[in-house]
C-alpha cells in the first residue's frame, strides 16, 4: 500500500471537492505519484418522443459536457496541485461511485482521495452518497476529505 504510486481524486467541481484535490496533489507530491483527477458525467435522462419531432441533439449535448468537464478539470488541477505533480485528468459517464471504483481497478491505484460533504436527513436518503458508496465498494484504501457544509 505504501508508497501510494498512482492517487485518484473524483470531482464534482464542489468546493469541499476542491480541498479534496488540494489534498491529492499534496499526497501525490509527497510520494512522487501519479495523479489522475476524474469527473464522472451522469446519464443523461431520455424521454421518449412520440410524435417523432427531435429538436434535441443528445450526442452533441453529452459532447459538450464531456468538453466542459475536461476543461473544468484542467482549471482545478492548475490551481489546486503543484506544478511538479505527475497529473492527468479523466472523464467518464455513468453513475458516479461505480464509475471511481471501476477506474480504480483498471488503473491499479493505490488510494481514492474524495472529499464528503457531510449530507445528512433527507438529502442524504434521497441522494445518497457517493462517497458512502465508494467506501464500501472500492478495493483500495479510500481517504476522506470531511467539509462541513456550513463551511460551504
Not at 15 to 20: F, W
Not at 34 to 52: C, F, K, Q, T, Y
Request: charged fraction near 25%; proline fraction near 5%.
Amino acid at each position: 500500500m505504501l508508497p501510494f504510486k498512482k492517487i485518484l481524486c473524483p470531482t464534482d467541481f464542489s468546493e469541499p471537492a476542491c480541498r479534496a484535490i488540494a489534498a491529492a496533489g499534496e499526497l501525490a507530491e509527497a510520494f512522487s505519484a501519479e495523479l489522475i483527477l476524474m469527473h464522472v458525467v451522469g446519464a443523461i435522462p431520455v424521454l421518449d418522443n412520440p410524435s417523432g419531432i427531435s429538436g434535441f441533439d443528445l450526442v452533441a449535448y453529452r459532447q459538450e459536457l464531456t468538453a466542459s468537464a475536461e476543461a473544468s478539470l484542467k482549471e482545478r488541477l492548475k490551481r489546486n496541485v503543484p506544478g511538479s505533480v505527475n497529473a492527468r485528468i479523466l472523464v467518464t459517464h455513468g453513475e458516479a461511485a461505480h464509475e471511481i471504483v471501476r477506474v480504480a481497478s483498471e488503473e491499479g491505484v493505490d488510494l481514492i482521495v474524495l472529499a464528503t460533504h457531510g449530507a445528512a436527513g433527507w438529502r442524504r436518503r434521497i441522494f445518497g452518497s457517493v462517497t458512502e458508496k465508494v467506501v464500501r465498494i472500492a478495493r483500495c484504501p479510500v481517504l476522506t476529505i470531511y467539509c462541513c457544509p456550513e463551511d460551504d
